[in-house]
Structure formats: structure tokens, C-alpha cells
């Protein structure tokens, strides 16, 4: 597509669950970020891929977060045993990936996560 | 721990009104970018600044760069009610050109 797409775009679920976030990032993007965006929170770094690996997962909160990437294309993002401190929007954002300099990164629509 | 902190956090104004919006930080940033975030979608890029003392222009909004490199502004002439939105600032961190420290964001909203 044309630009980055997520899925789904609401997931309402039980605390305790184990929830799966999607990434489809622009087509050729080598770098892929997750980032979660809470209300008076702002924008939250979780995780970068350059293609499959995972050079900079210093922002994943705890164990129960998780995230890969497979061939070089989408990434999902696992958290298991949800709990309502998760309740947040999960942004995705991919960027070429070969500059050494500060690259635009693109950003899909998210997925609003509720955990009650 | 870099942080950047923008002001005001709200704004509300009427159409036709001038405002600024502030980052700033006690840290130096290798570079500086403006996203703007509607209701619903992630953030948009608007402009990224990397050099002390640039400004750059797009249409009625003016940024600036700090001289320092630690802080940066965003002027917005005429705001109208499509400019509505968060504007959020991020800096670039010396030497990890893949790592942005966000700011809280401003929320602006333009009435007609």
C-alpha cells in the first residue's frame, strides 16, 4: 500500500489476555519503530528493527512486550498477560533506513488498545 | 535522560490570530522535527531543522532551531481552523540517527 497500515485499528480485551499488534510498513522501508502514545503521556519509544533485527528494544516496558519482524516487512508486536496500564495507542513507523542523519518516519494510524 | 518539554500544553484561539509554540530542552539535539497529529491518525512530519539558527518556512508557519541546538519554536501567522491539531516536537539524539526524544505536545485548536 501506499502508506504504513496497522491492525486492527481497536482492540478491546480482558486483563490477562496475551493481544497481538500488526505493522504493514511502506514498501522498501528497512527501519521499522513501535511507539506507544498515552493520554499526557506523549509519544513513548518501544522498539526499532533495521530489516529483521532489533538494534534498540530499550524502550519495551517489561518482559511481557515483545516484538519481530520477518522478512524485512511486518512487524508484530506481542503483549501477553495484558494489563490496564497497557491501555494505550500503539504507533507504528517505518523510514528508509540508509541515512545517517535524521530520517522522516512515517507513521500509520495506530491501534487503540483498551485492557479492562 | 533527554527530555523536551513544549508550552503552552492547550491552546484555543480564534482564526485569523498569531501564535508560538515552544520546545525546549537542556540537552543539545543533533537535529529537531515538527509533527502535526489529527484525531484518530499518527503524526505527520512538517519540517526538520539540524543546523543553530535555521529557520525554515512553510507557508504560514515558521520554525526555528535554536542557536544551541537545545531548543526551537513554531510560529503559525493567520492560524486557520484547518491548523487544528497536536503539534508535537522531537529531537534526534547525537549520535543514534534512528532515535527521536518526543515532547508532550501542544493542542491547538482554531475556532472559526
Known amino acids: 500500500g501506499a502508506g504504513v497500515s496497522q491492525s486492527p485499528s481497536n482492540k478491546v480485551t480482558e486483563k490477562g489476555k496475551d493481544v497481538e499488534l500488526r505493522c504493514d510498513p511502506i514498501s522498501g522501508h528497512t527501519a521499522l519503530y513501535w511507539y506507544r502514545q498515552s493520554l499526557g503521556q506523549g509519544l513513548e519509544f518501544l522498539i526499532y528493527?533495521?530489516?529483521?533485527?532489533?538494534?534498540?528494544k530499550s524502550g519495551l516496558p517489561s518482559d511481557r512486550f515483545s516484538a519481530e519482524r520477518t522478512g524485512g516487512s511486518v512487524s508484530t508486536l506481542t503483549i501477553q498477560r495484558t494489563q490496564q496500564e497497557d491501555s494505550a495507542v500503539y504507533l507504528c513507523?517505518?523510514?528508509?533506513?540508509?541515512?545517517?542523519?535524521?530520517?522522516?518516519?512515517?507513521f500509520g494510524p495506530g491501534t487503540r488498545l483498551l485492557v479492562l | 535522560t533527554q527530555l523536551l518539554e513544549q508550552s503552552p500544553q492547550f491552546l484555543s484561539i480564534q482564526e485569523g490570530e498569531n501564535l508560538t509554540v515552544y520546545c525546549n530542552s537542556s540537552s543539545v539535539f543533533s537535529s529537531l522535527q515538527w509533527y502535526r497529529q489529527e484525531p484518530g491518525e499518527g503524526p505527520v512530519l512538517l519540517v526538520t531543522v539540524v543546523t543553530g539558527g535555521e529557520v525554515k518556512k512553510l507557508k504560514r508557519l515558521t520554525f526555528q532551531f535554536g542557536d544551541a541546538r537545545k531548543d526551537s519554536s513554531l510560529h503559525i501567522t493567520a492560524a486557520q481552523p484547518g491548523d487544528t491539531g497536536l503539534y508535537l516536537c522531537a529531537g534526534g539524539v547525537t549520535g543514534n540517527n534512528r532515535k527521536l526524544i518526543w515532547g508532550l505536545g501542544t493542542s491547538l485548536a482554531v475556532n472559526p
Open positions: 513507523a517505518s523510514s528508509l533506513g540508509v541515512g545517517g542523519y535524521q530520517e522522516t518516519q512515517y
Open positions: 528493527f533495521q530489516g529483521n533485527s532489533a538494534p534498540d
